[in-house]
């Protein structure tokens, strides 16, 4: 029996979710990810597959550490910051294989205070 690993199912789940949702011009999908170090959020039109509005942990302001809820709740907000900036107030939540918890939780809360529909 092979053996599979985290990292494997997520793939697998992502997959899964992916074919049921996309990004459209109006409504652009809102995708997460989470590596150890750094916590990373796009907003993504799939029609052209075009990046419109991204944030990480990676800028500047943030500081070093591990990526965390408190982490994830900042990268949400200026995410929704920037997207309403550019005129975009809706999108569709990709959880990209996550579970609804914790850091992707406190990501998609943050953005939701800030304005963001979904």
């Known amino acids: ?3 599979t690993n985290r990292k494997d199912i997520r ?8 074919r049921k949702l996309s990004g459209t011009a109006e409504r652009p999908r809102l995708a997460v990810y989470f590596s150890n170090a750094n916590v990373y959020a796009q907003v993504i039109d799939d029609a052209t597959g075009t990046t419109i509005v991204s944030a990480s942990t990676k800028e500047k302001g943030y500081g070093a550490g591990k990526a965390n809820v408190e982490h994830a709740s900042k990268v949400g907000a200026v995410l929704a910051e920037r997207a309403i900036a550019k005129n975009i107030s809706e999108v569709v939540f990709d959880r990209a294989g996550f579970v609804y ?3 992707v939780k406190a990501l998609a809360d943050a953005a939701r205070e800030k304005g963001l529909k979904f």
Do not use: D, F, Q, V
């Open 11 to 18: 793939a697998r789940i992502h997959k899964r979710i992916r």
């Open 1 to 3: 029996m092979a053996l």
């Open 101 to 103: 918890h914790g850091k």
